[in-house]
């Protein structure tokens, strides 16, 4: 076991070295020069450039600024933003604790709503029901995530509001931060993922339900319910948990069409609206931090999957 | 794309809309000829599963339809529902914002521009980038993951660590990232979504190799003196090609998510173009007043990718691939 994880944690290095390099060689070659944009309208006095030029060392050969930044990496500095005037690192502290808040809220909905959905449609098999529940996982799937939160921002919030209903509200967190503003933004981000889960849950009932020792169990006189919860259930869920693991981790690299619909302050919209100013040190900051926590989180996954299950350290080897 | 590409491990025996029958003579007959390995029959066979499965049908029937739709569209778009792009300031006042009506059937927008023309010609641009992304996907792919399956080890890990750096770039804004390289404009979009998707094709391409290269009819190609490409191409590529064109199928409908999404977050198709994304975008801020304006481009995109993931399920039970990580 600690072998397994011990080699898993050394593969992160070479994705994360390559992730960090494949970026800095992005923001060399996206044209666009950060000083002029940054100066806007005005143009720019050629002492405050120089001044510019020398504080974010960007005169120095690229190989070098790389290294240089990698240095800052280890030490835990992310260098100063190009436009903010303030640490990368102030910066992402401040909005982390929101993407992780929206990623949280929409993993409890993927959780509740597709675990059951796929236990239902997986028990009563072939019922109008399970039709159902197919049928609008397909739609999920296919549905673009900003038209959805449009829609539920026009019903919900809108029209629910003429017609004297309670409503919700559709931008913003709330001040202070309130749960009534997660919710459509938590259900949109939770959208294709718990059309995943239900899926998921379904097939891996259905497939447990099919082996002997089930079989067994029902001979020897359980109620459906019975052999379903305690012995079914345990069993299937594993990719289920594997999944919902994973979907963690690209929860909480940000979701910027979300957050762009519902107006919340989160990572991915920061580093979107970095790119188009190109403040770099935002962006690789950012990037470097959400690759960070999905590497973190993909670890942990595997690691539980191989505690859950001993076959897979092995199985997983030529991966 | 990202949503769809994730892995999904539903498998054949358990749709609902695929009740399983008893077999019938002539299946009966289809899996004995199986058995004496000509090799049509495996594409006859599942065409025939494919055709009975309805929700695949109607996807099927839908894709036709707005081929045929975008490819026509010059012919009768402009005549019956006015121009998708060109506007006439003098008249534009009393034009704007129609609510939709039997000439204007999905109402006008802000420019008093047809909304139904548009979205005839936007399927244009959803239906090309699906198929020149996920071509362009399917290229790279295909070649990496061949490459890796076979030659295994240095390869093997060189190819499959470059997909792990890929695949760990949050999606969209690595696209966003590759269209600031590339510049803005519809052609650099479907260049950045195709490039992206490379990775998870290539995943398949290579463990569906991977499946078939042991055989023992790939020693006896090599006992034979089949050189490496010719083993590649002729004996490898075709035995593996079924979950690679579930996934390419499924991977039309992601790219065609993806564009609205790009093209929403302004970086993909612009004004004057019509693009399903785009419209959305220009919509948000008048949804409220103008729902029109957002209800109908959104259930072009809703259907469109719609069609391709039941197709593609279908052919995921025609061709019984079984999803995997």
Do not use: C
Not at chain 1, 235 to 259: C, H, K, Q, R, Y
Not at chain 2, 233 to 255: D, E, F, K, Q
Request: no cysteine.
């Amino acid at each position: 076991m600690g072998k397994y994880i011990l080699r898993r944690a050394f593969q992160m290095i070479p994705v994360f070295l390559g992730v960090t390099l494949l970026l800095f060689i992005l923001t060399t070659v996206i044209p666009g020069d950060p000083v002029a944009i940054r100066a806007g309208e005005r143009a720019l006095s050629p002492a405050a450039r120089a001044a510019f030029v020398e504080k974010y060392n960007l005169d120095a050969p690229l190989h070098e600024q790389y290294f240089t930044y990698l240095g800052g990496l280890l030490s835990g500095d992310l260098g100063e933003s190009y436009r903010q005037n303030r640490e990368v690192s102030q910066i992402y502290l401040d909005l982390y604790p929101n993407t992780a808040r929206l990623a949280l809220a929409a993993i409890f909905v993927e959780v509740i709503i597709g675990i059951a959905a796929g236990i239902i449609s997986a028990i009563k098999r072939y019922s109008l029901l399970d039709v159902l529940v197919t049928l609008s996982t397909s739609i999920l799937v296919s549905l673009p995530v900003f038209w959805l939160g449009m829609l539920m921002q026009v019903f919900f919030g809108i029209k629910f509001k003429e017609w004297g209903l309670p409503y919700l509200p559709i931008s913003g967190m709330g001040d202070p931060p309130d749960l009534i503003h997660l919710v459509m933004p938590a259900i949109t981000l939770a959208s294709v993922s718990t059309a995943y889960v239900a899926r998921i849950m379904r097939s891996q009932l259905l497939e447990v339900m099919g082996q002997d020792y089930i079989r067994t169990a029902i001979a020897k006189g359980l109620t459906d319910g019975a052999v379903v919860r305690r012995h079914a259930l345990k069993n299937a869920l594993i990719p289920v948990v594997t999944f919902i693991g994973l979907d963690l981790g690209a929860m909480m690299s940000g979701a910027i069409l979300t957050e762009t619909i519902f107006n919340w302050p989160g990572v991915g919209y920061a580093i979107f609206a970095a790119i188009g100013q190109r403040d770099w040190p935002v962006v690789m900051g950012g990037v470097v931090l959400i690759v960070i926590v999905v590497m973190v989180i993909n670890l942990l996954v595997d690691i539980s999957y191989a505690l859950l299950d001993p076959r897979i350290r092995y199985e997983r080897r030529a991966v | 794309m990202g949503a769809l590409m994730r892995d999904d491990k539903t498998t054949s025996a358990n749709d609902p809309m695929q009740p399983t029958a008893p077999p019938t003579a002539g299946e009966a007959a289809q899996v004995a000829s199986k058995r004496s390995g000509k090799s049509r029959t495996l594409w006859s066979d599942a065409t025939r599963r494919l055709r009975r499965n309805r929700l695949a049908m109607i996807g099927l029937a839908w894709i036709f339809i707005i081929v045929v739709i975008a490819l026509s569209a010059d012919l009768w778009a402009p005549q019956w529902l006015g121009s998708p792009s060109e506007f006439d300031s003098t008249t534009m006042g009393e034009l704007k914002h129609l609510p939709p009506s039997a000439e204007h059937p999905f109402g006008t927008d802000k420019r008093g521009l047809d909304v139904a023309s548009r979205i005839v010609y936007g399927s244009r641009y959803s239906l090309a980038v699906g198929i020149i992304a996920t071509s362009i996907a399917l290229s790279i792919g295909l070649v990496m993951g061949t490459l890796a399956a076979y030659y295994g080890g240095f390869i093997d890990s060189l190819v499959m660590r470059l997909a792990d750096v890929f695949l760990a770039f949050p999606y969209i804004l690595f696209a966003i990232a590759l269209i600031a390289v590339l510049g803005r404009g519809f052609v650099n979009l479907f260049i950045a979504i195709g490039v992206l998707a490379w990775p998870t094709i290539a995943r398949v391409v290579r463990s569906s190799i991977l499946s078939v290269k042991e055989n023992e009819y790939v020693d006896a190609a090599r006992a034979l003196g089949a050189s490496d490409i010719r083993i590649m191409l002729r004996h490898m590529l075709p035995n593996a090609m079924a979950p690679i064109i579930v996934y390419g199928t499924m991977s039309i409908g992601g790219a065609i998510l993806s564009e609205a999404a790009l093209s929403f977050l302004g970086l993909g198709v612009q004004f004057p173009d019509p693009s399903w994304g785009h419209m959305l975008s220009e919509a948000r801020g008048e949804m409220i007043s103008y729902p029109w304006l957002m209800i109908f481009p959104g259930a072009a995109i809703l259907t469109t990718v719609l069609a391709f993931v039941l197709l593609g399920d279908g052919l995921r039970d025609a061709l019984d691939v079984k999803m995997k990580d």
